[in-house]
């Protein structure tokens, strides 16, 4: 396979990637099939990893939601009246039934993460924080080595990466599928 940007060889893996979240920062997502261009270091994810990477991101975020202390959430009563609307009008607000304020259920009700409506009266449209009690990742499920990150500018490089080297070899955490 040829990069389509500027034709140099692909080299195949099946790693983790690290992606953003709102709620998490930044998240290594496993067993993702990518290829990374040994010239342009270009990063392409594989055809069909999308619904995986969110499913696995959506997964980590209601975990870690379910770790904080339901002291941290208020009911729905409590939520309306933070935004000073009724709680019919709360719950018909499209963001808010899409997850921009961070809610958990518990007994068949549903608590919202107090900073989080604070954060969307704040600015009127996304109380996604970021948890300050970040959840550490379960260490099993990753590769001993830091794959490139991928959707950030910087371009920064793990371990893996040999300065000097324009490739990432099969012993840097994907495996290399010929
Ligand atoms: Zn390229």
């Given at each position: 396979?040829?990069?389509?940007?500027?034709?140099?060889?692909?080299l195949e893996y099946v790693g983790n990637l690290p992606f953003g979240s709102n709620m998490l920062g930044e998240i290594s997502v496993p067993g993702i099939a990518y290829s990374t261009c040994s010239r342009c270091e270009d990063i392409t994810i594989g055809y069909d990893e999308s619904g995986k990477i969110t499913d696995y991101i959506r997964e980590e975020e209601r975990r870690a939601l379910n770790e904080v202390p339901?002291?941290?959430?208020?009911?729905?009563?409590?939520?309306?009246?933070?935004?000073?609307?009724?709680k019919q009008a709360f719950n018909k607000k499209p963001r808010i039934?899409?997850?921009?304020?961070?809610?958990?259920?518990?007994?068949?009700?549903?608590?919202?993460?107090?900073?989080?409506?604070?954060?969307?009266?704040?600015?009127?449209?996304?109380?996604?924080?970021?948890?300050?009690?970040?959840k550490e990742i379960s260490t099993e499920a990753i590769a001993p080595v830091?794959?490139?990150?991928?959707?950030?500018?910087?371009?920064?490089?793990?371990?893996?990466?040999?300065?000097?080297?324009?490739?990432?070899?099969?012993?840097?955490?994907?495996?290399?599928?010929?």
């Open positions: 396979m040829k990069c389509p940007l500027c034709n140099g060889e692909l339901i002291g941290e959430f208020v009911s729905l009563n409590e939520a309306a009246n933070l935004l000073e609307m009724t039934q899409r997850g921009f304020v961070y809610a958990v259920s518990l007994g068949g009700r549903k608590y919202y993460h107090r900073a989080s409506v604070l954060m969307f009266k704040e600015n009127g449209k996304d109380g996604r924080l970021l948890l300050t009690k970040k830091v794959c490139p990150v991928f959707m950030f500018p910087s371009n920064t490089y793990g371990p893996g990466y040999r300065e000097g080297s324009e490739s990432w070899s099969s012993s840097n955490g994907g495996h290399f599928r010929s």
